[in-house]
């Protein structure tokens, strides 16, 4: 190190914004370039200050790539991080664990005195095996602790690394995940394992690690905590429960059903505060009601207001659930609760005729309900209005009939929909494409989106009638839906588009606010909250107006891009538990697979036994950790993608909102996103592709350049963003540049051989452009080094490629020159007719095919008309030929095929086109029944066109790649 200067400028730089695409971790960068950075800014500041250059805006001061670390991880030891309890339970039960049975195992280390993180299942040891673990380490999203953060970047986490970071350990890493930045700290955060009998921190342990995915963990615990009747514990459970699970109806009512059994009203009464509305669960309704008429006793109610309140807790709950398949039983309490009150239908005082009024609604709002209890209310109906006046029963009857007919259908059809519909007790994570339970999965969001459909088809006949009895049972299923697809989010934006499209923005804004909390990762609601926010705030004058608008539209983008840096956080922090869990499990096995023991180096026959069994557990032992290593690194390479064009978005939106902008200005616009995003970190080249595009295709600023330039020192190896340099290159005709880019990215690649295939796009692309507007010389020598580095690829793909468009190909374009010859259809048996004259069949033989019999006692005279031919006797049936003439005239019948059977010549032969268009047509029986061709139509189609006029037309001519931006 020259001087303490260059070492700042270097730990700078380990931490900076700039990201390199090799190691996806911006605290790889290359301190050189961080030096040639600062002389820019210091070039740049002399220059106007519309002059916009990107890379001046580059933190001088190392940036952490997620959200700042709290204060109670700031207050731990800076050489060690804190554990997954200290991080998760209160200081005083944190105080108590190291001293009772539950807690840490101390356990000294021999080379490094550091904790060396174990399993956590029922033994001490690893319950889990090595495969088990990497399964862990694939999951796909764990929610933040709600007090901890830990920091990713080693400098900055952890500042008795620097003396080890300034000399050569970090320069020389370019692994996706630099386990040489935490090898020696991570290893010191492992947690101690738990003891066998500690089952609640077991528990607790599996929480923390996967608060969405480990469903098991939070009912065991829950479970555990209540059959030991530690009920404060299970309730401190359920509210942290809750928090991520607030949809888990049958949760609710378990917990309703505790606090019930206790007769805690108070906490029953806020459970029902907090459940009802998010949960249209008929169970949960069902204890709600049970609960009002257990408090309103209607039996020592002399004023009526109990069966009042009853009475409204029914209709409340019926207005919103009430349309639920399953609601039946909610309908028959209601009906029968109706029937204890006071009065009897069909007297004559008004709480008589109150009561029939009362019970007639009732009936005919239930029978309308698709559900399985249709029919028996119907016919309790039945009996209750014609048990009253028959005549006027039969006219509510008629009335009511048709829409009972409906319901009772659609309930039938409905079952079909829903017979293999699961209502998960609590709602799963989505499985990934091709994993276990990915198929499950699929079929129930296919089943709910199938009863979503066919309630829009309005199957009761409601949009026309009572358009707001249609949207709320549309609304109903989304609901339900939602709630068992909690974390789906494609079924969030289709009820809030559903909503936005019925007039419905109230309920569609909770339902993306809903979505949002859910799956605070989702780009899509991120999204779509931002469009529906901008559309929706008024275009005022004025900078405040800017301002404000650019808040209100970044709030979505800025919760969404903490949500992926967190979860980038969350898949490093598992890396190296995982790896520790594998060491562990296979150093914990017998001493087979470990090397061979002193005795066994003596003895030669013993030594070439084990040291193979050794080596294969060392090999699988190293395979296992480079699998945890291997998806560790396309885990954060999927995140980084997806945030950078979170960061595009937001882009994209805050020119509309604020225009270009200026970096750290109050109206920052786009320019102050972008330098935002390189601060923040773990960007790819698209953010980098996208705001130069916008600067050149918006502004036409030569900042543009600038950009690319920028991106190329970050990116070197990336053939996506060098491709796309070339095309803004040659779109401003800058082909001289065009061309030096090309060999510097291609020379780059082809020095390791591995990346040789990642040029293949770069040449083609070059070619094509050298093709069409270079010289021919040029092109010859690119198509050497191209065959040199590509022999699988034939000369004539290589030579095409030249005159050759998307569309068309005129190397290699077949040109029919004979139809008859080259044209005829597969499999086709019959022969082209032939346009010569058609030949005058012999009389002879016609007379005979058209049933002319030879006598068989005279042969027939080979005449060449019919006047020299004497007269013959035809055959008649009613009198054959008797004795040997007969039978052999018989035998000569059958054998020839003649006798009482006529044979018609066959009909004149169609024309040629229109026999081969019948040979082209696939035969009726190949057609589903109500796909059969329309034969009279064909043939009106077919006596419509002029075959003199019928001729071949080529397309339109298409272009090859849109060179232009």
Request: aromatic content about 8%; glycine content about 6%; proline content about 8%.
């Amino acid at each position: 190190m020259a001087d303490m200067s260059a070492e700042a400028a270097f730990l700078a730089s380990m931490a900076g914004s700039e990201y390199d695409p090799a190691s996806y971790d911006p605290a790889a960068q290359d301190p050189a370039e961080d030096q040639d950075q600062d002389q820019d800014q210091e070039e740049e500041e002399e220059e106007d200050d519309e002059d916009y250059d990107p890379s001046s805006f580059m933190p001088d001061q190392p940036q952490p790539s997620a959200t700042p670390q709290p204060a109670a991880v700031q207050s731990q030891p800076p050489s060690q991080m804190p554990s997954r309890t200290a991080s998760r339970m209160s200081d005083a039960t944190a105080a108590q664990k190291p001293k009772t049975i539950g807690g840490f195992i101390e356990e000294d280390d021999d080379e490094d005195d550091e904790e060396q993180e174990q399993g956590t299942g029922t033994n001490g040891s690893l319950a889990q095996t090595p495969v088990q673990q990497q399964q862990n380490v694939q999951a796909v999203y764990n929610p933040p602790p709600t007090d901890v953060l830990e920091q990713d970047h080693a400098p900055s986490a952890i500042p008795t690394q620097g003396a080890s970071v300034q000399g050569q350990a970090l320069p020389q890493s370019n692994a996706p995940v630099p386990s040489a930045q935490i090898s020696s700290s991570s290893s010191a955060a492992l947690s101690k394992p738990r003891l066998p009998q500690d089952r609640v921190g077991q528990l607790e342990d599996r929480i923390a690690d996967d608060p969405k995915g480990d469903v098991d963990a939070w009912l065991d615990l829950i479970a555990l905590h209540r059959s030991k009747n530690k009920l404060d514990d299970a309730r401190n459970v359920y509210d942290r429960f809750f928090e991520v699970f607030p949809t888990a109806a049958d949760q609710w009512v378990a917990y309703a059903q505790m606090e019930q059994d206790q007769d805690d009203f108070i906490r029953l009464e806020n459970i029902f505060n907090m459940a009802l509305l998010k949960n249209y669960n008929v169970q949960l309704w069902g204890i709600y009601l049970d609960y009002i008429r257990r408090r309103n006793n209607v039996m020592t109610d002399t004023t009526g207001q109990a069966r009042q309140t009853i009475t409204q807790a029914y209709d409340f709950a019926l207005n919103l659930i009430g349309s639920d398949k399953d609601s039946g039983s909610m309908w028959q309490d209601y009906i029968n609760f109706i029937k204890s009150g006071p009065g009897n239908p069909g007297g004559n005082g008004w709480q008589d005729a109150q009561k029939m009024d009362t019970l007639r609604k009732a009936y005919q709002r239930a029978i309308t309900v698709p559900m399985q209890a249709t029919t028996s209310l119907w016919k309790e109906y039945d009996s209750f209005e014609m048990g009253l006046n028959k005549m006027t029963g039969r006219k509510f009857l008629q009335e009511k009939s048709p829409a009972y007919m409906t319901a009772r259908t659609s309930y039938n059809i409905l079952q079909k929909i829903t017979q293999d519909l699961k209502r998960r007790p609590v709602p799963t994570l989505p499985p990934a494409p091709g994993c276990d339970g990915d198929d499950e999965y699929q079929q129930q969001v296919t089943i709910w989106q199938n009863w979503i459909d066919w309630e829009k088809e309005d199957p009761l006949v409601l949009k026309e009638e009572d358009i707001k009895a249609y949207r709320d049972r549309v609304l109903y299923v989304y609901r339900q839906a939602t709630m068992a697809l909690r974390f789906w989010p494609q079924i969030w934006y289709d009820a809030a588009e559903f909503c936005f499209d019925n007039e419905m923005e109230t309920e569609a804004n909770d339902f993306l606010a809903q979505g949002a909390a859910a799956n605070p990762e989702s780009c899509l609601l991120a999204f779509t909250r931002a469009d529906r926010i901008e559309q929706s705030m008024p275009v005022e004058d004025g900078e405040e107006s800017l301002v404000r608008r650019g808040d209100a539209v970044k709030e979505p983008y800025d919760n969404c891009l903490n949500a992926l840096y967190a979860l980038i956080d969350r898949i490093k922090a598992r890396e190296p538990k995982a790896i520790a869990q594998i060491k562990e499990y296979y150093e914990s096995l017998p001493p087979l697979s470990r090397e061979p023991t002193p005795e066994a180096r003596d003895e030669d026959d013993d030594d070439q036994m084990n040291r193979p069994a050794a080596n294969s557990r060392e090999a699988e032992e190293k395979r296992q950790v480079e699998e945890v290593q291997k998806n560790t690194a396309g885990q954060v390479r999927t995140v980084s993608k997806t945030l950078s064009f979170v960061w595009i978005a937001l882009m994209r939106a805050m020119r509309r909102i604020q225009g270009k902008g200026k970096p750290d200005a109050a109206v920052g616009g786009l320019r102050n996103v972008f330098a935002l995003a390189r601060k923040r970190g773990r960007i790819t080249s698209d953010v980098y592709v996208a705001t130069a595009l916008i600067e050149y295709h918006c502004y036409k600023d030569p900042a543009a350049t600038k950009i690319f330039e920028r991106g190329m020192k970050l990116f070197p190896e990336d053939e996506l963003f060098a491709m796309e340099y070339l095309k803004h290159l040659i779109a401003t005709n800058d082909v001289t540049n065009a061309r030096a880019v090309f060999e510097t990215t291609v020379s780059k690649l082809s020095a390791k051989p591995e990346n040789i295939p990642r040029t293949k796009p770069l040449y083609l692309f070059i070619h094509e452009y050298e093709s069409n507007y270079g010289e021919l010389a040029q092109i010859t020598k690119l198509e050497k080094r191209m065959a040199d580095l590509f022999p699988e690829d034939p000369s004539l793909v290589r030579f095409g490629h030249r005159f050759r468009i998307p569309t068309f190909d005129p190397c290699t374009v077949l040109t029919i020159i004979s139809p008859n010859a080259q044209t005829r259809p597969k499999g086709a048996d019959f022969a082209m007719p032939s346009t010569e004259a058609e030949p005058v069949p012999n009389p002879a033989v016609l007379s005979a095919a058209a049933g002319y019999v030879q006598s068989p006692k005279r042969p027939l005279d080979n005449a060449d008309s019919d006047a020299e031919q004497p007269a013959r006797k035809l055959a008649r049936g009613e009198s054959p030929l008797k004795g040997a003439a007969g039978r052999r005239q018989q035998q000569r019948q059958r054998a020839e095929g003649y006798g009482s059977q006529v044979v018609v010549p066959p009909p004149k032969p169609l024309p040629r086109d229109i026999t081969l268009l019948l040979s082209m047509i696939p035969n009726a029986s190949t057609y589903p029944a109500q796909a059969r061709l329309n034969a009279e139509s064909m043939v009106a189609l077919i006596r419509s066109i002029d075959p003199n006029r019928a001729m071949m037309q080529g397309g339109g001519y298409g272009g090859g790649y849109n060179y232009g931006r």
